[in-house]
């Protein structure tokens, strides 16, 4: 063997290993890059509330305002946190899915109204038990609830229901096509258009680590009807006390 072919055969693994650890480090580096633009997602929802329910704009619940500031200083936290590193560790409760499914609902009611559409709650399951971190449940809903504001519509529906033992919650639309031309004419359709917003995916990645993470979950049935999102989540274990 040469002595220029040996010094390359030499230099091999000590090369595989540096192209293993830029591989590696990319691959970290894009994993918190998505944490973070995550994080950040999960504030913007909740200031986008609060600023729909700014002073002369619409007349909303007192409970729906107060939500959306204890989800905007969780998300904060949750912000911080990764900015520095640090584990979030979510802590479940067993609760009635009812007021998480109402709170949401009352959050993004003016949303839908500025789109011209319209935002209802069919609860036939609202006293279902279920054991979930709370604030990611609530953040699930939201997302899912905007997604369908901003590209379904107009009429959006939540519903809640038992089947075989399992929870679905679902958020229905009547699609697209079914937008009257006031509505693509709205401030809120007009402003995404100007805006050039770009979609990401964040909220539905965050919707299917939710629905995992709780032992669920998470599909979307699409016709000419509209989108139904559907989350499956398993029941609290009975005889365990509710919140």
Not at 184 to 190: F, G, K
Request: with cysteine; proline share 5%; aromatic share 2%.
């Amino acid at each position: 063997m040469t002595a220029p072919l040996a010094e390359i055969v030499a230099a091999w693994p000590l090369g595989a290993s540096l192209a293993a650890a830029v591989a590696v480090q990319g691959l970290r580096t894009g994993r918190r890059r998505t944490a973070l633009n995550e994080a950040l997602h999960e504030l913007r929802r909740p200031l986008q509330a609060l600023a729909l329910v700014a002073p002369g704009t619409v007349a909303v619940e007192p409970g729906a305002i107060q939500g959306s500031v204890q989800m905007a200083a969780v998300a904060l936290e949750r912000l911080e946190r990764e900015i520095n590193g640090e584990t979030v560790v979510p802590v479940r409760e067993t609760l009635s899915v009812g007021p998480l499914l109402v709170a949401a609902v009352g959050r993004w009611q003016a949303r839908a109204a500025l789109a011209g559409g319209s935002l209802s709650l069919c609860p036939r399951a609202d006293e279902a038990m279920v054991e979930v971190d709370r604030g990611a449940v609530a953040r699930m809903l939201d997302n899912l609830i905007v997604n369908a504001i901003e590209h379904g519509g107009p009429e959006i529906v939540v519903e809640a229901r038992v089947e075989d033992g399992v929870l679905r919650l679902a958020v229905i639309d009547r699609g697209r096509d079914a937008r009257s031309e006031s509505r693509r004419q709205s401030p809120a359709e007009l402003i995404a258009r100007l805006s050039g917003r770009k979609l990401h995916g964040h909220g539905l990645r965050v919707v299917r680590r939710t629905a995992a993470t709780h032992g669920g979950h998470f599909k979307l049935r699409s016709s000419a009807r509209g989108t139904e999102a559907i989350v499956a989540m398993p029941l609290a274990d009975e005889g365990e006390e509710g919140v």
